[in-house]
């Protein structure tokens, strides 16, 4: 089982930017940000392969959030940019098995292992 903090949420204006971190305390092969607004499902937001550094985005965020990973600290980052109203929610990183064999998706499907969440609010 891998232990996960997400740091880096807060409170911004339309058009800001926030970074989140997420520390993991052992070895992963895909890992994940989710999030959840109130009254919605929890829905994949990016996801990062540790082998092969392969990025995927949901449509909503292509192009304005960029995941990536620093493999000696053990930590995954979610740089968010443009943010909109709409982004706020509930930011959780998920990770997988490290003997996980398939495509890191957006679905829950390959996640074994969540963090406690960080708040992030954007404000019109």
């Known amino acids: 089982q891998v232990q996960l903090a997400e740091s880096g949420g807060g409170s911004v204006q339309a058009g800001g930017s926030l970074r989140l971190s997420c520390g993991a305390s052992?070895?992963?092969?895909?890992m994940a940000w989710f999030r959840q607004a109130p009254g919605k499902e929890r829905e994949g937001v990016a996801t990062?392969?540790?082998?092969?550094?392969?990025?995927r985005y949901a449509d909503s965020v292509k192009g304005r959030f960029t995941i990536s990973k620093d493999n000696a600290k053990n930590i995954a980052y979610l740089e968010m940019n443009s943010l909109k109203p709409e982004d706020t929610a509930m930011f959780y990183c998920?990770?997988?098995?490290?003997?996980?064999?398939?495509?890191?998706?957006?679905?829950?499907?390959?996640?074994?292992?969540w963090g406690q969440g960080t708040q992030v609010t954007v404000s019109a």
């Open positions: 998920a990770a997988s098995s490290p003997y996980y064999r398939l495509l890191c998706s957006l679905g829950p499907g390959p996640y074994n292992d």
């Open positions: 990062i392969d540790y082998v092969d550094s392969t990025p």
């Open positions: 052992g070895y992963t092969k895909c």
